[in-house]
């Protein structure tokens, strides 16, 4: 079987980082082909795509077809490598959490580019600095508030019980980088969400994510992804 | 068999219509609970439902299960009443240009309310205005052109062929929302998506999208929704 070719970004986590975590932890084989050959060759590569390019990066070809969106991509990938769980409720309500991960990674966007998506933070930081005034007040308490809740709705170890699946990744992700980017925030209120961080921290001894953090197939975080750390943003 | 019960804001469009649209153009049974029993019985219901309350309406409660997130109960209602494309690869096409819908819709959110989700527009005008900029001149046509391509890359009269499927409403739906939100942009642009106007054009004449335009379970646009039409945000 040939790996899948997972085209994102080279130079940043972004959202892509959350297809890598999940195929890290599961231990499926994948190339990151743009991390060899370069973001124009992931340029390049979307448009032979057309008429069913995706939209944008990350997607992944596994062979007989191109998966688009990350919630999208994390559920065909559960599936298809049994981290699925087996009840219809447990598993539609995951995806349904997954795509609340993706609200929840646009707005930590707009924290740093709230007006002009295209233009510089450098261009827009009073709106940015007002943006992200509300995001640490409302916005990250009632995710991380939602997601706590999610974390121990079920019993067992992970979000859908013993095993873990890509919803789990995720969480630890956001977890990840909403420490990177607001570490003032976070030290401030992350002891409101144990069972998000317990989350997090056994997700962090799964062993393909542990091997994965290690190795330097984990990009760091920098101000060219989407959790940011820039000081002016971040408070108590 | 009981109606499905949708919870959404019962005085606006919104995101919730996503849902509607593909209920009513599929004659499925559903009851609208929230218009009957108004908004404070929609949070109430929500608050009921925990641990596995969903984030934000709209929800839909098919007995089983209760679905949250447009594209995910979207998903779920074409597989369930046969509206879904019965090939794997076009069936995971329109999933993600579902998802893409979702992001859109998010980005004309953002043209009204892009610095402070909580706060009105009105305290927000100066960086809506720069907002809407970039939309009408970038992302505008960065989509439709996209979603333009999407409705000719397969013969048929819709995008998965010859039966229609959520995404069709749903690109009924955005350009419905646009035309009314940026009038003079889209008579402006609208004429280069000929394909997609078409599809529009088709989705209006399906009987049950027809009769439903008619109906008073139609909520009129208005400046409460996801698309308003705020004449300083419109240009050519």
Known sequence: VEPYKLWYWPSIQGRGEFVRLTLEGAGIPYVDCARDQGADALMQDMKRRAPFEPFAPPYLDVGTMVLAQVGHILTWLADAHGLAPKDEATLFWTIQLQLTVTDFVAEV???????????????????????ATGFRAQRMPKFLGY????????????????????????????????????????????????????????VAELPGIAAYLKSDRRIPFNEDGIFRHYPELDAV
Chains 1, 2 share one sequence.
């Not at 570490?183 to 998000?196: F, N, T, V």
């Open 109 to 131: 966007h707009d924290t740093h580019h709230p007006v002009a998506t295209m233009d510089y933070y450098d261009d827009q930081k009073p709106e940015a600095a007002r943006y």
């Open 147 to 202: 997601f706590d809740r999610a974390a121990t709705a079920l019993d067992g170890d992970f979000v859908a019980g013993a095993q873990w699946s890509p919803i789990d990744t995720s969480l630890f992700q956001v977890i990840e980088g909403l420490r990177y980017a607001f570490p003032k925030r976070m030290s401030a209120i992350e002891s409101d969400y144990p069972a998000l961080i317990a989350l997090h921290d056994r």
